[in-house]
């Protein structure tokens, strides 16, 4: 069948098939276009490639030769330590066979032919006459065959560039060593119009993801066998494409042109599984997006959200699907379905900051990192001890400057970080206690930013996802003391370090506390003290806390306040999310309103169709306090 393929196609395929399998993959490419012809080297090229750190060269050419009727790609792996006479005789002798096989199939077809209705090669073939197959390296500016050197030392001289041909029958190849590719390449199983589509995996060697291009196409795919084959049309540029109504019931074709500042590779496509869906229609984060339309051009003010975006970790599994969420159709619980939701109401609020919790890794990677630094983010990810999932904070790179970033797991520092230890040292010989807390996931990160419009301005971010277990209001408080203890440490660091004004530097602490406005955690915060009358401390008998006192020195308050609900599930609806800010150097100018509960109710409860998570953002405009004017500011 690869001979019913145009050649100038087949070096896209036949590239990404050889490497991808000799880096232990099967190859992912479902389909060719006319667009890709313009994109493909000429066919006289032989691809060597060695990843870093391999001891194994793979070769790939495609071979096509009317006289001798040979239409085939060929690949190869060969050893650099080897010598390139052994390799020339490999290669030879898969030649040599693959022509005798087709010499018995002509033999078979012609066998009734009269024999001056054959051409040469044709009759050679059938009187058993094995061509002869010359495979040889080839120095143009010696003039003279390469024999008896290593392969190493061949793809130096290649690396080098010096002009070496490998000549096979009676065709040259050029070499070409190491040229951009695409390694990996998937498209997501869910499609939405009205939200953004973009590849779910991509893997680039040898080449730049900036410096590629990467085209969009669609079509009808072919109801039968019989049916016409199906006809591309280009519907967008670039890494991403948000598909429209008009794309609804077609598929989505992506192509890849891998570059790197020096060349281009072959291009390489995919053809998605399923087809473009209709959305959901109007979701609530829509009506909210009508209060965060632009961005702020003011430099003294900056939007923050705090979201927790509910991980696949744990609402892809039979307990969640039937249990926990069993309100929810299992089409909205997929990944799939719900990151297209939440991508793109992180987009629309247009913020500075963004501060995530229930990040999965794999969707910190290949979803919300690339795509949010498409709209001029950046951003961390620290995960939660040995969890695949964490926290994740961005910032947009034209409003701030990061200068450091940094995150803990709390269960494992405890013993080693000094300021962890005169609170430590008060509750360790609890030894039932002592376990639970130390045992705890629970990290915290943080973000040292400086404004790029106001220089001595600056932000220390921290974010944190606290332990969620009923009966844990005192290991929450305690992660709440911890959290407030590491952070004041690196704000006195920062201050010192950097000659910071109080004025100038301010604390944002946002998360998912799992706590109310009841609850010790909050009074921490804005009233900086909590007794040991608390009645937290109390809140599992086995573990109860005796004489504990915390403070903190900061004046804080909620920028959203304390609003009915952040988390509305069936079993449990409350606010446990805040932005804390630091109040004396920070105000509010504005809340973005949150979700009516007929809103919440429409499905029952959240996650939905047009909720993906079970957490609402929180979305505020702070304002610095204290102005500088353009003097001051350098």
Not at 375 to 394: Q, R, W
């Amino acid at each position: 069948m690869l001979s019913l393929v145009p050649c100038s196609i087949i070096n896209s395929l036949f590239l990404n098939s050889a490497f991808s399998n000799f880096c232990g993959k099967a190859p992912l490419i479902r389909s060719v276009s006319n667009y890709a012809l313009q994109h493909q080297y000429n066919m006289h090229v032989a691809y060597f490639r060695q990843l870093p750190n391999e001891e194994q060269c793979a070769i790939t050419f495609h071979l096509a030769s009317e006289r001798y009727k040979i239409n085939r790609v060929f690949n190869f792996f060969r050893d650099v330590t080897e010598n390139i006479d052994a390799s020339t005789e490999r290669i030879k002798a898969n030649i040599e066979k693959e022509t005798k096989k087709r010499m018995n199939k002509k033999k078979k077809a012609k066998s009734g032919t009269p024999s001056e209705q054959l051409g040469t090669t044709e009759l050679a073939l059938v009187n058993d006459v094995l061509p002869e197959v010359g495979v040889r390296f080839f120095d143009c500016d010696k003039e003279q065959d390469i024999k008896g050197i290593a392969f190493s030392e061949l793809l130096k001289r290649v690396h080098e560039e010096k002009n070496i041909l490998l000549k096979i029958l009676d065709d040259d190849f050029r070499i070409d060593f190491n040229s951009p590719a695409v390694q990996t390449i998937n498209l997501p199983q869910s499609m939405l119009a009205g939200f953004y589509v973009y590849p779910s995996k991509l893997e680039l060697v040898f080449a730049e993801k900036e410096q590629s291009d990467f085209h969009w196409f669609r079509g009808k795919m072919p109801k039968s066998k019989n049916a016409q084959l199906i006809e591309w049309e280009q519907i967008g540029t670039g890494f991403s494409y948000m598909p429209t109504s008009d794309d609804v019931g077609h598929h989505l074709k992506f192509l890849c042109v891998p570059k790197n500042s020096q060349k281009s590779g072959p291009s390489s496509e995919i053809t998605s599984v399923s087809e473009v869906q209709a959305g959901p229609g109007q979701c609530p984060f829509d009506v909210r997006h009508l209060f965060t339309q632009s961005k702020l051009v003011n430099g003294h003010q900056f939007r923050i959200v705090s979201y927790n975006i509910l991980a696949d970790l744990y609402a892809d599994s039979d307990y969640s699907r039937t249990e926990l969420f069993g309100y929810c159709p299992s089409y909205a619980l997929h990944i799939d379905y719900r990151k297209q939701l939440f991508i793109k109401e992180l987009i629309g609020y247009h913020a500075d900051i963004i501060c995530l919790q229930e990040v999965d890794s794999k969707i910190f990677d290949l979803d919300l990192l690339p795509v949010l630094r498409l709209k001029s983010y950046d951003g961390h990810f620290k995960a939660k001890g040995k969890t695949a999932e964490g926290l994740a904070t961005f910032f947009d790179v034209d409003r701030f400057e990061v200068l450091d970033q940094q995150g803990i797991t709390i269960g494992e520092n405890l013993e080693t970080l000094e300021a962890f230890q005169c609170l430590w040292s008060q509750v360790k010989s609890h030894e039932k206690l002592a376990s639970r807390i130390s045992e705890r996931s629970t990290a915290i990160q943080v973000t040292l930013l400086r404004s790029r419009q106001n220089p001595m301005k600056h932000l220390l971010v921290a974010n944190t996802h606290f332990y969620f277990h009923p009966d844990a209001d005192h290991i929450r408080l305690l992660q709440g003391g911890f959290s407030m203890l590491y952070v004041r440490s690196l704000y006195e660091q920062f201050e010192e370090k950097l000659k910071l004004e109080r004025d100038h530097f301010a604390i944002i602490f946002c998360g998912d506390f799992n706590s109310t406005p009841e609850c010790g955690m909050y009074r921490l915060m804005t009233e900086r003290f909590v007794g040991d009358e608390m009645a937290d401390w109390q809140s599992n008998e086995e573990e109860a806390i005796r004489g504990v006192t915390l403070s903190q020195p900061f004046q804080f308050q909620s920028a959203c306040g304390c609003p009915k609900y952040t988390n509305f599930t069936v079993g449990f609806q409350a606010c446990i999310d805040y932005i804390y800010y630091q109040s004396d150097a920070l105000h509010v100018n504005d809340v973005v309103p949150l979700p009516s509960e007929e809103e919440l109710l429409a499905y029952s409860a959240i996650p939905s169709p047009v909720f993906p998570s079970d957490h609402i953002a929180l979305v505020a405009n702070l304002e610095w306090t204290h102005k500088l004017d353009e003097d001051q500011q350098g």
